[in-house]
């Protein structure tokens, strides 16, 4: 009789230690609320002290200095960024940028911008999410090749780091198909807006108009390579809110065993531990579908329905485990000031980008009623 293990191997529960072990050091709530505070919304030496130690780059190829693992290398940091809701973009530089990159790009390329990126040396972001335009697959950007090269005009939004990137990843429509372009945010040919989230990071409009851009890839067939960028994208925010959605309920746990009413523990009335249990049940949730989708992405499968299936448990699971930890916390939830606070908007904000859960159960529809 076979047994299937589908555990972490003994190196992945390294990784894991090793991360939780560097954010704990740097991502504590008084550190936390004073780079709130500060306009660029980056923890430096956390970003720093994790491309000293490799993880930046453990689930990026040897061949750009990567530590030659996988998707799931990634995962379990993002995770580890969610448990501690520590201000550094990998999402958005590893996953969004340095993969593909990696992956698609040409050797100047990958020397470039894959290899610094893993190192920490260099910050790079994604620009996905259009206005009043829901699928990133099938951009209204639009690129252009002149006798000076490729150009990009258009705009995209909700576009993270962009403050902190040296090169933005771009997917624009070519004419003749779509393609996958880096653009200098710097270049005066882009105009860069700032807003704010409702977890305090800064995101950016950005305009683009006759930007010089560099493909990657074949700039005329890069519709998968987008549909890669988004569907990783995609399940590294439902790890990251795994690590949200554990680390509120382990909070919650605790405040509910500690605090008294009527002379017992919160905990022992049943009202509360029923919707303590939910939230567990939840999170659970978010934590299978989420890893089922990075296990098939890290093996080359298809993955388009587990991708929609974890984001629709990270939206609605998330947003439902965030209201009941606030709500089981009482007054002490809504002070400001508590830790509590972040898990709650940080869970909001995973729960909209990218799609929310009614926009993936309308995909999953649509994907059935066409077969």
């Given at each position: 009789m076979t047994t299937l293990d589908f555990s972490f191997t003994d190196d992945q529960f390294a990784l894991r230690d090793l991360v939780d072990r560097i954010l704990d050091d740097?991502?504590?709530?008084?550190?936390?609320?004073?780079?709130?505070?500060?306009?660029?919304?980056?923890?430096?030496?956390?970003?720093?002290?994790?491309?000293?130690a490799g993880v930046l780059g453990a689930g990026l190829p040897e061949a750009v200095g990567g530590g030659g693992?996988?998707?799931?290398?990634?995962?379990?940091?993002?995770?580890?960024?969610?448990?501690?809701?520590?201000?550094?973009?990998?999402?958005?530089?590893?996953?969004?940028?340095?993969?593909p990159i990696a992956r698609h790009g040409d050797d100047a390329q990958r020397a470039r911008w894959a290899a610094p990126a893993a190192s920490g040396e260099i910050v790079l972001s994604v620009a996905l999410q259009e206005p009043r335009h829901d699928d990133p697959t099938r951009p209204s950007t639009t690129a252009d090749l002149g006798i000076d090269g490729w150009r990009v005009t258009g705009t995209k939004h909700c576009v993270p780091a962009a403050h902190l990137a040296d090169r933005l990843v771009v997917p624009a429509r070519t004419g003749v198909g779509t393609g996958v372009f880096l653009v200098d945010p710097a270049d005066p040919a882009v105009t860069s807006t700032r807003f704010t989230m409702t977890n305090g990071e800064p995101q950016f409009t950005v305009e683009m108009s006759a930007t010089p851009a560099e493909p990657i890839g074949d700039p005329a067939n890069g519709g998968e390579i987008v549909r890669e960028i988004v569907e990783h994208v995609t399940t590294g925010l439902c790890l990251t809110q795994v690590g949200v959605s554990e680390r509120a309920l382990q909070m919650t746990a605790q405040h509910v065993v500690t605090r008294e009413q009527f002379g017992q523990p919160l905990a022992l009335f049943q009202a509360v531990s029923q919707r303590a249990a939910d939230a567990f049940i939840d999170t659970e949730a978010i934590r299978l579908t989420a890893w089922q989708a990075a296990w098939r992405l890290s093996e080359g499968l298809p993955a388009s329905d587990e991708v929609a299936i974890a984001k629709y448990w990270a939206a609605e699971g998330g947003q439902r485990v965030a209201h009941a930890a606030q709500h089981l916390h009482g007054g002490v939830g809504a002070d400001i000031d508590y830790p509590l606070r972040r898990y709650f908007t940080w869970a909001k904000v995973n729960e909209l980008t990218l799609g929310s859960a009614t926009r993936q159960l309308r995909t999953l529809g649509a994907r059935i009623a066409a077969t």
């Open positions: 740097f991502a504590t709530p008084e550190r936390l609320g004073a780079l709130e505070r500060e306009a660029e919304w980056f923890d430096r030496d956390a970003w720093a002290a994790l491309g000293r693992g996988g998707f799931l290398e990634t995962g379990i940091l993002l995770e580890s960024i969610g448990r501690h809701v520590a201000m550094v973009p990998v999402l958005a530089s590893i996953v969004g940028a340095a993969m």
